[in-house]
């Protein structure tokens, strides 16, 4: 299958700049649009689904379960897109016709294997940690955002040349973790 | 093997199949091991959030351009057609109107910019991280404006903060691109982050750049009414543009 943003590799996309976030939003924008023409939602909310697939894409694409692009970044968010209708329609208690399932294409259910979507609320404990994480210092932040969210290794950050060596990591992130678990205590 | 290597290694994705299982025993065996594994699965759902949150607004960003210039492109075909066959009418008694009584909007516009220093980034010399941040703050205070934005735009998602939109703006204004920031201020305001009274000021600028008497006065009122940054420069602007 063609890659419309051919350009675009996945590690462009992982760094995350404004220039490339922006290419792959106009390129697959009206096509979207197109696409979830067939649900008859209102403009506003297939904009909103747009950019929820959008995230979930680039979610997995940061935690490693989009390792290569198997199919165009359309299909990714089409496929994620039409779960996250669907999941909208049923919690609108909206039926969903048998002719929306005869739209589905194989290489989306293909896609959607490895896929994984959380739309579940943050709990009280982990919306606590995203307040104090923000409180972080800007070094704090960085380490544990290139650990949990980008899913680097302690060699991985290493090789980023701010530190130098492993232990000073393990022992900054340790202390991070301190810092985070006693403003969270204070706090309680 | 400590507990911390363990779960290093569970969250780096790099447990071997031995530790896998010393790791599930523990998991029930030790309650120290399971507390300290469920604080870090929870804080690595709450970064991906937050970072998630900072993408979905920039994304938002992008619908919002998209839209305003969709606006742009369809009133423009409009109007060329009605600007055309009235522009000599109105040209003509305009110029006299504002060579005798009309408001100099550039000179108000040049008396009031001052573009905004960086309170926002300390830029010291022991800086271990050259982080596209710190290059853009850099070119910022360096007046590089040009290579500021550039800087802006390259850091990641996971680094966005709302600020770096307000200070891309003040790049654009010195930069003269008027439309570029006031799209950026519109979002500051729209999402209601940082900087919000500040952006109504620049707001209002644009709007007598544009000379745009209503939407300036608009602006400046906004301001006045809800907010306390450039109050008496913005009541003295209202005064003078009556």
Redesign the interface.
């Known amino acids: 299958m063609l890659n419309q943003a051919e350009d675009i590799t996945l590690e462009e996309l992982k760094?995350?700049?404004?220039?490339h976030?922006?290419k792959v939003?106009?390129d697959n924008?009206d096509k979207f649009i197109n696409f979830a023409k067939r649900y008859n939602l209102p403009q506003d909310d297939v904009?909103d689904v747009y950019?929820?697939a959008?995230?979930a894409f680039?979610?997995n694409i940061?935690?490693?379960k989009i390792e290569t692009m198997t199919s165009s970044i359309s299909t990714y968010l089409f496929s994620i897109g039409k779960y996250l209708i669907f999941d909208k329609m049923k919690k609108n208690n909206k039926t969903i016709s048998s002719d929306y399932n005869m739209d589905i294409v194989r290489d989306q259910e293909d896609v959607m294997e490895n896929i994984t979507i959380?739309n579940q609320e943050?709990?009280h404990?982990?919306?606590l940690?995203?307040t104090h994480?923000?409180s972080l210092g800007k070094?704090c932040q960085?380490l544990?955002?290139l650990?949990?969210?980008?899913?680097?290794?302690?060699k991985d950050i290493l090789a980023q040349g701010?530190y130098n060596s492993e232990n000073v990591i393990?022992s900054a992130k340790?202390r991070c973790?301190k810092t985070?678990?006693e403003r969270i205590n204070s706090n309680s | 093997m400590t507990n911390?290597d363990l779960l290093?290694h569970y969250?780096?994705?790099?447990l071997t199949e031995a530790q896998t299982r010393e790791f599930n025993k523990r998991l029930e065996m030790d309650v120290q091991f399971a507390a300290a594994f469920e604080?870090?699965k929870?804080?690595?759902?709450?970064?991906?959030?937050?970072?998630?949150t900072n993408?979905?607004t920039?994304?938002?960003g992008?619908?919002r351009d998209?839209k305003s210039e969709e606006q742009r492109n369809k009133t423009k075909g409009f109007r060329w057609k009605i600007v055309a066959s009235i522009v000599f009418l109105v040209g003509a008694s305009w110029l006299g109107y504002t060579t005798f009584f009309g408001v100099d909007y550039n000179e108000l516009y040049v008396s009031n910019f001052q573009e905004y220093p960086n309170t926002e980034f300390a830029i010291t010399r022991s800086d271990?991280?050259d982080?596209p941040e710190r290059k853009a703050f850099v070119a910022y205070e360096a007046e590089d404006y040009g290579n500021a934005i550039k800087n802006?735009?390259?850091?990641?998602?996971?680094?966005y903060k709302a600020y770096h939109k307000f200070y891309m703006a003040q790049a654009y204004l010195k930069l003269e691109e008027m439309d570029k920031a006031k799209s950026l201020l519109e979002s500051i305001v729209f999402e209601n982050e940082k900087f919000i009274g500040e952006s109504q000021w620049y707001l209002a600028l644009i709007a007598l750049k544009k000379k745009d008497k209503r939407e300036a006065i608009q602006q400046l009122r906004t301001l006045t009414e809800h907010y306390t940054y450039n109050q008496s420069k913005a009541e003295a602007l209202l005064k003078a543009l009556d």
């Open positions: 760094q995350g700049s404004e220039q976030l922006r939003y106009e924008r904009i950019q929820d959008y995230v680039y979610n940061m935690s490693g959380d943050l709990t404990e982990q919306q940690l995203k994480f923000t070094q960085e544990l955002k650990f949990y969210y980008r899913g680097f290794t302690i701010n393990k340790s973790l985070l678990k | 911390d290093y969250f780096s994705n790099t604080f870090e929870n804080l690595k759902r709450a970064i991906i959030q937050e970072a998630n993408l979905k920039r994304l938002k992008f619908e998209i271990a991280i982080s802006f735009e390259s850091i990641p998602t996971v680094d």
